[in-house]
């Protein structure tokens, strides 16, 4: 049981797959102009990490070492076609807003990374805890980054303004702004790390 | 189909909506290969090769395999298994005829099917050239065309980025922003000027 | 004699420049535009020109203290950023703009790279790009000149763009800053006597400028209106910042190539740039853009560009 939490807790801040693996950026950075992308991105991606860490976990063994790459992307493919699919049906909003990053959740090698260093090593339980630290991890960087660029580049929050009179600085609403933002919090974040040791 | 629209393509292929810069894909790889030009070029090429020609085959796949049997909803699956074999073909091809290219480029050719960039320009050339189920006139000549600029866009913003980099290396940069934070601000300016580029008319 | 035999590595020759003489003489060289800047478009300009350079060396000195580093504002590299910035900035933005993009200057612009001597960009259009994109409404809002209160105008450029040129401004107004335009572009008479000094002194040479102006002047020429070789190519060197450009921000030492031969290169670059997004970009003026992006191709044009080692 102690393990499963270590499992679990680790993808949050000791091993977060976006500032300290920096893995999967290209969503991160695509979709985090609001918060409500934020989340929505992140629950995609840790529906797709999460089903394919559990199939991978259970069928390791009957994949042929040479070609199991190939394997967990067709598995990867399914699940993210399952999340297309249903995020077309019941949020077509979300679903315009995201675009061509949620088909390429396929190729976020945060996922497919999950898959060859942790769920083919491993059992179901522990692939199952992993796979939710490691998405919960992923959406919090995401809720954190979209949040900055959110009340930055527009001054609101989950849509409601915050401060009056606030001139939001536009660039962080734009892709410049997202590299600027996770450049300096990736610094900021060396600058703590570098403090502590 | 005509020449603006190709100048068009190319302009904000390679400018404003830079695959790297502005659309994220192919990001890992611009930050992990970028240290020195000499690798940058080289996976550059494979980049630029392996994205035209998957522009071609999934726009095959997608015309006459996927759209004809109402399967568009196994467009991700199949253009990313399409694209994982390709570039398996190409792997083969190259270790057998040429060892020296092999070396060259050969360890970052499984990268690529992983790269953002090559699925995500397939995804773009179905979502922009082909509307609600139908092709545009001309368009499998605009995805072949959009694949070659993005290659271009992705090779411009590597060859800068690792030149930028392989400066940097003499220089005293703070210990916190060593590599990968600095690599993303470098990143955000070289974004931010690309903008000039942005609202252009012919 | 001791002190006659001082062993050191190259170089041997002494004089007596140094890098805050330099800077603190190309500080001065910016004075007469700033100075046309103020008699134009009144105090305001002058409160903008403070600002930003008050910004700039706090920011540069407060990071210095943060990240223990040597506090170096007093070789006036930061009041430079801080000026220049000023200069590329309309004269009505509110106070806290030119603040806000000289602390983004010296961060992003040259702290985050190490210092002095070592950034890529130039940390005035660094920060002048992100005001550009950050605060569209304020940045494209020109007072018109000599009215000192209120009254806007667009820039000639702005106006060529839209289409609504109607009468030909006068050459002379615009050599000599009766438009609308950001502080320090205005008054070409000013900004060549300060590039005089430069030139004269032997801090910048010629070859980055005059390929820039010629390159951008060429291509407006050809392809500047709607008949090939009918563009007004004076007037495209006159209006918009070509000429602080040209001498002020091309040639930073730092960030423009070591040999004339990619001196040459930038320059071309730059006006091809500049020329490109003035005939068919979004907007009216590119200067920035375009000194961003070759500075961004610096280390490029220096790998192919530089003196080969003999035996190499």
């Avoid at chain 1, 999340?83 to 976020?108: C, F, H, Q, T």
């Avoid at chain 3, 903008?48 to 504002?73: D, Y």
């Avoid at chain 3, 997004?277 to 044009?301: H, K, Q």
Wanted: charge should be positive; hydrophobic fraction near 55%.
């Amino acid at each position: 049981m102690k393990t499963l939490i270590k499992e679990f807790t680790k993808g949050i801040i000791k091993e977060n797959p976006t500032f300290v693996l920096v893995l999967g950026l290209c969503p991160t950075l695509a979709v985090s102009v609001t918060v409500a992308n934020g989340i929505g991105m992140g629950i995609a991606a840790t529906f797709v990490l999460l089903g394919s860490s559990v199939i991978v976990s259970l069928i390791k063994d009957f994949i042929p070492g040479r070609i199991r790459i190939p394997c967990y992307i067709v598995i990867i493919a399914t699940f993210v076609t399952i999340a297309e699919m249903s995020m077309k049906a019941y949020s077509p909003v979300l679903d315009r807003a995201l675009g061509i990053y949620v088909p390429l959740i396929v190729v976020n090698c945060m996922v497919l990374g999950r898959a060859e260093a942790f769920a083919c090593k491993n059992n179901l339980a522990s692939s199952f805890f992993d796979g939710l630290g490691m998405g919960l991890g992923f959406t919090l960087a995401l809720i954190l980054i979209s949040a900055i660029r959110e009340f930055l580049g527009s001054g609101q929050l989950l849509g409601h303004t915050l401060i009056k009179g606030f001139e939001p600085i536009f660039v962080f609403g734009m892709p410049s702004g997202a590299l600027l933002v996770i450049g300096l919090l990736l610094g900021f974040f060396n600058f703590l790390k570098n403090r502590k040791t | 189909m005509n020449l603006q629209e190709f100048l068009t393509i190319f302009i904000s292929a390679v400018f404003i909506y830079n695959v790297i810069l502005s659309r994220f894909l192919g990001l890992c790889s611009f930050i992990a290969i970028s240290k020195e030009t000499k690798p940058a070029l080289a996976m550059s090429f494979a980049v630029m090769f392996v994205i035209t020609m998957s522009s071609i085959i999934t726009w095959f796949v997608y015309r006459f395999m996927l759209l004809p049997f109402n399967l568009t909803y196994l467009r991700t699956i199949s253009f990313i298994l399409v694209i994982a074999t390709f570039v398996q073909l190409v792997e083969m091809v190259i270790r057998k005829f040429s060892p020296q290219m092999y070396r060259a480029f050969g360890i970052y050719l499984p990268l690529i099917t992983v790269n953002c960039a090559v699925l995500g320009v397939a995804v773009l050339n179905i979502d922009m050239f082909f509307v609600s189920g139908k092709q545009v006139a001309g368009s499998f000549y605009y995805s072949l065309f959009q694949g070659i600029c993005v290659g271009l866009g992705y090779t411009l913003a590597m060859l800068l980025m690792s030149g930028i980099r392989e400066r940097l290396e003499l220089c005293n940069v703070p210990k916190a922003l060593k590599d990968f934070p600095l690599a993303f601000i470098i990143g955000g300016i070289l974004s931010l000027s690309f903008m000039g580029f942005s609202g252009f008319k012919f | 004699m001791k002190n006659n035999l001082i062993v050191s590595g190259s170089p041997h020759i002494h004089k007596k420049e140094s890098v805050s003489r330099i800077m603190w003489t190309v500080a001065l060289s910016t004075i007469p535009a700033g100075i046309a800047g103020v008699i134009i478009f009144g105090l305001d300009a002058l409160w903008i020109i403070l600002a930003a350079t008050i910004a700039a060396v706090s920011t540069e000195w407060v990071f210095e203290l943060i990240t223990r580093r040597k506090v170096t504002i007093l070789d006036g590299s930061a009041v430079i950023t801080g000026i220049l910035l000023a200069y590329n900035l309309p004269s009505g933005v509110p106070l806290w703009l030119p603040v806000v993009g000289a602390i983004f200057s010296i961060i992003v612009g040259k702290a985050v790279f190490g210092g002095l001597g070592q950034n890529i960009f130039n940390p005035a259009l660094v920060g002048r790009v992100f005001l550009m994109a950050s605060w569209p409404k304020y940045m494209t809002t020109f007072p018109k000149p000599f009215s000192y209160d209120a009254v806007t105008s667009a820039t000639p450029l702005a106006m060529l763009k839209e289409g609504k040129i109607l009468e030909h401004i006068p050459y002379l107004d615009l050599f000599l800053g009766n438009r609308g335009g950001c502080i320090g572009e205005v008054c070409i008479l000013a900004l060549l006597i300060g590039a005089a000094i430069l030139l004269i002194k032997g801090y910048i040479t010629w070859h980055i400028p005059v390929t820039y102006i010629l390159t951008t002047a060429i291509l407006t020429y050809i392809f500047g209106a709607k008949q090939f070789f009918h563009g007004d190519w004076l007037f495209h060197i006159l209006s918009g910042g070509l000429i602080l450009g040209a001498f002020f921000m091309a040639t930073d030492y730092v960030a423009t190539p070591l040999t004339i031969k990619g001196q040459v290169i930038f320059g071309i670059g730059c006006g091809l740039i500049t020329a490109v997004i003035r005939i068919w970009g979004g907007y009216p003026e590119g200067v920035s853009y375009a000194i961003l992006m070759m500075n961004a191709a610096t280390p490029f044009i220096d790998r192919y560009t530089k003196n080969r080692i003999y035996g190499t």
